[in-house]
């Protein structure tokens, strides 16, 4: 089996002057690529809520409450922060948090001041201090000293970071309605317990994930059976990456019905097996719609006290119907499939 991604990056501060480049993801063993045309990034995307989490400033544990210096004893300090040292400074989606360098009586690092928006300017008192700049799931941190007797130099942050915007097709081009397609984001390495680190979960279709550069690795759930696909992304520094991952998988309804293209029948429980016999989904439901991997699988029907059995193959991108029949018992095997028409 190949799974597959396609992969384009838009470059987020210079638009006007950019050629589309084409990349390839590392998705298993095969991938795909395909020719885009150059947009603005952000328009036409939602940014996903991250609830007030931010990266790399949770290693301070600090509380949620400000607080204010008084205003004759600070210095203005300005920040702004970059996506890359040469990239232009960012006017939107940046959260600013200036720490305490000593921990406070329950052994935190005590947040003084923040700020959200762009480029940011915080009073502060002369002394040293740690600031953190969030831009979603990027993050940066340094060290800042506020001298005495004269304006701090403004403090250039720069994040290193790029963002990720994923989608899904089913079979070569059938897109996946989005409400049935979420994608969990990972750290690319396996820790000492075999497990990748989770980044962000249930991310949904057409929706900017602002990450530090690097590779990720992105698992995307087609579905509630086992449509799933790992592929790894590389996220690049102040680029925009759009994935697209391929999932070999089609959606399948079931029914059982006395005649051919019947009323389904209520009170059915349903059981879907792979052809090596192993569960895949079961249900209640009279009419179930389960999306599936490609391949063979067995239909089980349970109504009253009577079973039905049903053979059916599944191919990558085809929508289809399988009906079971009344009269046809779980012995006899049948392996045709009725298509959805378009």
Known sequence: MNDYARVNWLDFMNLHSFAPRLLTALVLSVALAVPVVAQEPFSGFKTLDLDGKAPKANAFNAPAITAPLPSS???????????????????QGLVWRVFSPLPGDDGKLPLLASAEGGSATIPLAPGDYYVNVAFGRAGATKKLIVPEGRAPDRTVMILDAGGVVLDAVSGTDVHVPTDQVSFSIYSSEVQDDGERGLVVADVKPDTIVRLNAGTYHVVS?????????????????GKLTEATIQHRAAQVSLKLVSE??????????WSILTGAGDSVAE????????????????????????????????????????????????????TDTIPIEE
């Open 283 to 334: 249900s209640l439901s009279a009419f179930p719609m389960l999306v599936l991997l490609e391949g063979e699988y067995v239909a089980i029907a349970r109504n009253k006290d009577k079973i039905y059995q049903r053979t059916f193959t599944v191919a990558s991108g085809k929508n289809m119907s399988v009906e079971l029949e009344l009269g046809k018992n779980e012995m006899r095997r049948q």
């Open 260 to 269: 051919e293209g019947g009323e389904a029948i209520a009170d059915t429980a």
């Open 221 to 237: 759930e087609y579905g509630k059976a086992n449509a799933v696909v790992r592929a790894n992304i590389q996220v690049e520094a």
């Open 73 to 91: 004893e600070t210095r203005d300090v300005s920040l702004e922060a970059r996506l890359t040292s040469d990239g232009s400074p960012l006017q």
